[in-house]
């Protein structure tokens, strides 16, 4: 009966990954990823709230006016809109 290689390797680079997570060096390191990781997600939040927060005012603006207003069309505005004859 032949040993299957493969469930070694994989077992002993288990035990290398929970040997390595004991020494004080890498929880530090994986606490600032952790930190990182937050910071960067609280920032992401933050854009996208954002970006949500700014297409909601420009659907309401386009209710309210029903799309016929200069702020609603913007620089696609006609010219008598934007005070060109």
Do not use: N, T
């Amino acid at each position: 009966m032949k040993p299957d290689y493969r469930i070694w390797k994989w077992a002993c680079g288990v035990l290398a990954v929970v040997a390595a997570c004991q020494f004080y060096f890498v929880q530090e390191l994986i606490a600032a990823f952790a930190f990182f990781a937050i910071g960067f997600a609280a920032l992401a939040l933050v854009a996208v709230s954002f970006y949500i927060l700014q297409k909601a005012s420009e659907m309401a603006i386009a209710h309210v006016f029903g799309g016929k207003h200069a702020a609603v069309q913007g620089f696609k505005a006609e010219g008598s809109a934007r005070g060109i004859s």
